[in-house]
């Protein structure tokens, strides 16, 4: 379980801060896939930041499977990032290394044996259907490869949760769909709970079990995905739904099929 308790983030000091989360309060349940949705410089990357604490929260508290995570440091810190995996929009990856070194790079950090090291980068890679591209570069595989891969690492470290932060804003609507599986079957047959942060209303209609609708810092509102896409309450939901719908039926008059 994910708790926000009244959380605030500024930055900046003094008459320079700036806050960019307002009261934040939300709990995620353990196995849920749940989904933060905004447009852009809404809040959302900062928010999720604060789970593993590459954003400190000004005010309030973070609170993971009832430990107040707040102001970890040092051996907890470590041990409290190793137990997230986050992948990103841009992937991310090591241009320099292989596909296997790019897994096994978390399991360097955490002095896991070579041997084991490459047992377990090579299952996960199997498991994201990549099993025979170790030994490629980044560069040399599709945006799609590159993001199994990335989620390939994220998992080395057999994480309880799992930060994904934009990780389909750069893909096809095939390959998208496809991710998207993907990461459903971690939440399922890994049991990791998922974070999922989107401007993408199909995205977080696919995907999530429930949603929280981020404006200017603030939740708007939150529910079941469902329940919330069927009777939206705020005006930025609204407007959101009702500017998908029109542009899905430009598509279907045009014979081209939904995509992002
Ligand atoms: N490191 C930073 N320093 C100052 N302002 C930042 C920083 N990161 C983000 N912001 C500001 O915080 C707000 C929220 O940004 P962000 O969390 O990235 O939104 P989103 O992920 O929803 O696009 C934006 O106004 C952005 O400009
Ligand atoms: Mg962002």
Known sequence: ????????????????????????????????????????????STLVRCINLLERPTKGRVVIDGEDVTDATGARLAALRASIGMIFQNFSLFQQRTVLRNVTFPLELNHVSKAERTARAERL??????????????????????????????????????????????LDSTTTVQILDLLRRINREMDVTLVVITHSLSVARSIC????????????????????????????????????????????????????
Do not use: W
């Open 125 to 170: 890679l199997d498991m994201v259907g990549l099993s025979g591209y170790g030994d490629r570069y980044p560069s040399q595989l599709s945006g799609g490869q590159q993001q199994r891969v990335a989620i390939a690492r994220a998992l080395a470290n057999k994480p309880s949760i799992m930060l994904c932060d934009e990780a389909t804003s750069a």
């Open 209 to 260: 079990d429930r949603v929280a609708m981020i404006d200017g810092g603030r939740i708007v509102e939150s529910g079941r995905t469902e329940e919330l896409f069927a009777n939206p309450q705020s005006d930025i939901l609204k407007a959101l739904i009702a500017s998908a719908d029109a542009q899905n039926t430009r598509r279907a008059d045009t014979g081209i099929s939904e995509v992002r």
């Open 1 to 44: 379980m994910i708790q926000f308790d009244h959380l605030h983030k500024s930055y900046g000091e003094g008459p320079e801060a700036h806050e960019v989360l307002h009261d934040i309060s939300l709990d995620i349940a353990k196995g849920e896939v749940f989904g933060i949705l905004g447009s852009s410089g809404a809040g959302k």
